[in-house]
């Protein structure tokens, strides 16, 4: 089958949208990871006080995807669980600080509750530890996000907005790929016709094809130690509110 067709059957059947919220305490970087991943820059300070929905169409191997991305603010003191935005998304990323210990505890309620939301629903889920260049203040090991990933059948990772940008777009992308390959399974479920079920095969083969011989896209690995999937333990960007979200 050719891209074009390939193409065509991705964004026919709502392939090609990909929604990820991400979850955190205030001052744990959510929205420079973000940023970093969109525009590469590093923002050091960025405090909107509200929700944020970025929009852009990035390049996933040979496919375009438009990310849809809930930016969600912890930092009003009537701070509430956004259902809603977890309900809504794809995927979830849920970030905390390896020098703040309490924003470690907020993180490992926010995932049981991602997971109790979303049962029995497997939904893909990223925690991230953020702020790896502050060794020096570190309060939260890599082995306790480890545990949390593991007790949760979640992916971890341990980076640094500021210095990486690197582990942080190959860390999203991995994500994005994750849920565009869910999506496709899930779809082959629902419609199993030969037609569905072969063009599936494909473009799944295909995803897995580029994955196993890629050396700089390693889903979740980057080449850091403290990186572990569930078997083993994405301002160019579009603003706006999320009382739009449907």
């Given amino acids: 089958m050719s891209f074009v067709r390939f193409k065509s059957f991705e964004e026919k059947n709502g392939f090609s949208r990909i929604r990820v919220c991400v979850l955190g305490s205030t001052g744990v970087g959510k929205t420079a990871i973000l940023v970093r991943y969109l525009t590469k820059r590093f923002i050091g300070d960025y405090c909107s006080g509200k929700d944020l929905l970025y929009k852009k169409t990035v390049g996933i191997d040979d496919f375009s995807a438009v990310l849809e991305i809930a930016d969600t603010s912890s930092s009003s003191k009537e701070f509430s669980f956004p259902d809603v935005h977890v309900s809504w998304a794809d995927a979830c990323i849920v970030v905390y600080s390896i020098g703040n210990s309490s924003s470690f505890e907020a993180a490992a309620h926010m995932i ?11 939904i893909p889920l990223l925690l991230i530890a953020n702020q790896k ?29 500021a210095e990486d940008v690197e582990g942080v777009r190959c860390t999203l992308t991995a994500l994005f790929r994750e849920v565009r390959a869910l999506k496709l399974q899930r779809q082959a479920v629902r419609q199993p016709t030969r037609k569905t ?3 599936v095969s494909r473009l799944i083969s295909s995803l897995i094809g580029r994955s196993s011989t890629s050396t700089d896209q390693q889903p979740y ?21 999320l009382g739009h979200l449907k």
């Fill in 112 to 122: 049981e509750t991602i997971q109790k939301l979303k049962e029995p629903l497997y």
């Fill in 133 to 161: 260049d502050l060794e020096h203040l570190r309060q939260v090991g890599a082995e306790d996000g480890q545990a949390v990933a593991v007790a949760n059948n979640c992916h971890f990772t341990e980076l640094s907005a």
């Fill in 197 to 199: 079920l072969k063009n």
């Fill in 221 to 241: 690995h980057c080449n850091d130690s403290h990186k572990t999937s569930p078997k083993e333990a994405q301002r160019t960007a579009k603003e706006s509110n």
